[in-house]
DNA sequence: AATATTATAAGAATATTATTCTGTATATAT
DNA sequence: ATATATACAGAATAATATTCTTATAATATT
């Protein structure tokens, strides 16, 4: 069951949008400013994006090096799911380790992005983590060997 | 050439890592109160994280659908670098639509991200943008039917 | 061991922001 | 034409950010 959304956005929703992709810590006054706005103004409009659900939350992006997580990889996953469900797929989203999981077409399979410190790291968690959910069929792995770009911004409509 | 750095975070950072990876909005005053210190020292301590790039910027995670970019694909990518260099995946990153690139081990190649309307605008993708490298051999496309999960969030160290 | 040196944090003072409220204008609906 | 809702400015106040000073502890130096 997927809730019908409006959102229903103007160009000064896109500006703000814009500017937090940026830098989400960028504050109020600096927006109208940066808008010609008041502070009031902006103030009620990122309200109203949170409520909408417009914007979803604020993250810190931090680097994985600092904490010693050197390894990044993606896993085809495929699975025997009970029928409709996504049974594999919440049990993966469980894994701390695990960021991302996507059901993917064709396959009957799941891909998902993994971080651990190192190739011991990876091996613990298919075999700890991936070894107990035992509807999974087979894995496939791939290896990052550098990421060249890694970000979650969107591309914003411009005005006509 | 890779930059050696030394980051030496302590179980206060980390701590502050934690509650910024939640919400990156969170304030000084909140954390400090959170931690039970001054907020001037934990001002100094998240300027510090952020000049030694352990934080490397603040997101805000916007809702694709609010945008309209429906469709969510991975893309590997086969393609013919010159050697020791990543032409390709530098071309690659600098299309918008695309939010990640990865070098990936073997087959010479690259995993790509994409964010577009619907498949029209993959498919346009495909032409324009990919279609220009001319160092690109093959592509295998990868669609998303949904996202269980998708977050940046990096296990964070607990003290022994 | 004594003395610098450095790093860390508290606390106070001040600058800046966030937030709330009120009034007004504009658009939308009835 | 009148009501209703929406968006915004501007002012007032509450809360935060930021800077500076001082104290303390940890580390290095002689």
Redesign the pocket.
């Known amino acids: 069951m997927t809730t019908k959304m409006e959102f229903s956005l103007d160009q ?1 929703d896109y500006q703000i949008l814009r500017i937090m992709q940026e830098n989400a810590r960028t ?4 927006i109208a400013r940066e808008l ?6 902006i ?3 990122v309200k ?1 994006l949170e409520q909408k659900q417009v914007i979803l939350q604020y993250n810190a992006k931090i680097n994985p090096d600092a904490l010693d997580q050197k390894l990044l990889s993606f896993i085809f996953i495929k699975a025997q799911d009970p029928i409709g469900t996504q049974k594999v797929g919440l049990l993966l989203a469980k894994i701390p380790e695990v960021q991302e999981v996507h059901d993917i077409a064709g396959d009957d399979g799941y891909l998902i992005k993994v971080r651990t410190n190192d190739a011991s790291g990876l091996v613990d968690l298919m075999r700890n983590s991936l070894g107990k959910i035992e509807e999974i069929i087979s894995t496939r792995t791939t290896i990052v060997l550098e990421t060249v770009k890694e970000e979650q911004k969107l591309v914003i409509p411009t005005e006509d």
């Open positions: 000064i504050n109020n006054a600096d010609g706005m008041a502070p009031s103004a103030l009620e409009r109203k």
